[in-house]
């Protein structure tokens, strides 16, 4: 377990959040509040539907709570993302964050590496020659190579997954989202993408918030919450041999 700072680097505060109108009307979240931490691997499990997805959606400024607060460190004071305007909330994102979607969300059009250098030069990490040597870094460290020269087409949905968390990690994010990040994977390469993600916390010190079904990935992690109908709830990670 790593040293973890003391202050959160992520809190999420009372949120709440429905869909739909009238008889349609359904809560995702209930009252969630959740801190998190650098240098924290956090797992989030639940039954489907239960909003883990909506969860992360809110925790990243993707989608708005209905209230609540979303407050982030940015620059050693906590912000709330949202009410910070569209475009500044943009480049915060930019800036900070990390998404690996439930779909993937890849770029039909671009290549394996194409994905990870666009990511790179959108943000001004690095471009050129540069780009290229990041980008490629992190498909080996993937395993994905061999597959850098490919579009989404013509990836198995296990690589497409794992380019989608190479773009994701290229920019070394302060945070991460991971949505069912190894549900397409083999053991093996779930491993390696545990791995990966652990590496980021433990030893860049990024707040990373992981949703899975998987149990097997518990000894990976340092928090552990279980959803269930909106509502969250820490539960105690029971030791490895107990
Ligand atoms: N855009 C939407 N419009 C209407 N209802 C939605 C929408 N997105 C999610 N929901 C509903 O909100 C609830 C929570 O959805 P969410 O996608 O957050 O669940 P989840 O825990 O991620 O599920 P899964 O494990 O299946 O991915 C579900 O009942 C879902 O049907
Ligand atoms: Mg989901």
Known sequence: MPAVATNPTLKGVHLTRTYGDGAKRRAALRDVSIDLFPGQLVLLMGPSGSGKSTLLAVMSGLLEPDSGQVLAEDGGDLRDVWTMTPKEREDFRLRTTGFIFQGYNLFPALTARQQLEIVLKW??????????????????????????????????????????????LVKDPTFVFADEPTSALDWENGQRVMELLRDAAHDRGASILVVSHDHRLLPYVDVYYHLEDGHLEERPLIPAGH
């Open 123 to 168: 943000g001004g990490y690095a471009g050129g020659a540069e780009a290229r040597r990041q980008a490629d870094d992190m498909l080996e460290k993937l395993g994905l190579l061999p597959n850098r020269h490919k579009k989404p087409a013509h990836l198995s949905g296990g690589e497409k997954q794992r380019v989608a968390i190479g773009r994701a």
